[in-house]
T-cell receptor
């Protein structure tokens, strides 16, 4: 079942601009993760935020989580052409032993030089 | 370097044939997973294994089979019973089972049915 729904489906920006992607989910979670996928490649883990956290930073990435709204956002600051990729959110449902991450449909980000 | 190796990268199959996709990891991870990705879609879980000699069905297991005879290896067989097998297949591993840790992915195998 698809839980995460990313918004927008596609985003085009110029280098140097910020990119914001949103993810909404439906059930109670214990963590939410963001992954990046270059075209035709595997996914790479970017950041994990737990349900008791509201904000997390990693380099140019900033993730927020609002469990009351069942939503998360990923902000990429000062974007670069190399950031061009698809970005997916994935939720770990409660209880933690379900051993499943449920992935959203992704946001395709294009950064123009 | 530690990582996950999937092979082959591209595979063509005639209808009615079984094919096996290889997934090997040298990360010493206990848990391994197979996902399917269709164009413009997210990932859907096919099978997963938390320990050697044990595995569970995911959301779309019909038409697929797996084995976990060694910790390092988790091959996926796409059988002729899978009605629409053309897709991008991704193998992943995690240090332990559960859903609280990050997944490490291979580079994927693209299967095309002719």
């Amino acid at each position: 079942s698809q839980q995460g729904e990313e918004d927008p489906q596609a985003l085009s920006i110029q280098e140097g601009e910020n990119a914001t992607m949103n993810c909404s989910y439906k059930t109670s979670i214990n963590n939410l993760q963001w992954y990046r996928q270059n075209s035709g490649r595997g996914l790479v883990h970017l950041i994990l935020i737990r349900s008791n956290e509201r904000e997390k930073h990693s380099g140019r990435l900033r993730v927020t989580l609002d469990t009351s709204k069942k939503s998360s956002s990923l902000l990429i600051t000062a974007s670069r052409a190399a950031d061009t990729a698809s970005y997916f959110c994935a939720t770990g449902e409660k209880p933690t032993n379900t051993d499943k991450l449920i992935f959203g449909t992704g946001t395709r980000l294009q950064v123009f030089p | 370097d530690g990582g996950i190796t999937q092979s082959p990268k591209y595979l063509f199959r005639k209808e009615g044939q079984n094919v096996t996709l290889s997934c090997e990891q040298n990360l010493n991870h206990d848990a391994m997973y197979w996902y399917r990705q269709d164009p413009g879609q997210g990932l859907r879980l096919i099978y997963y294994s938390q320990i050697v000699n044990d595995f569970q069905k995911g959301d779309i297991a019909e038409g697929y089979s797996v084995s976990r005879e060694k910790k390092e290896s988790f091959p996926l067989t796409v059988t002729s019973a899978q009605k629409n097998p053309t897709a991008f297949y991704l193998c992943a591993s995690r240090e332990t089972g559960g859903n609280t840790g990050e997944l490490f992915f291979g580079e994927g195998s693209r299967l095309t049915v002719l």
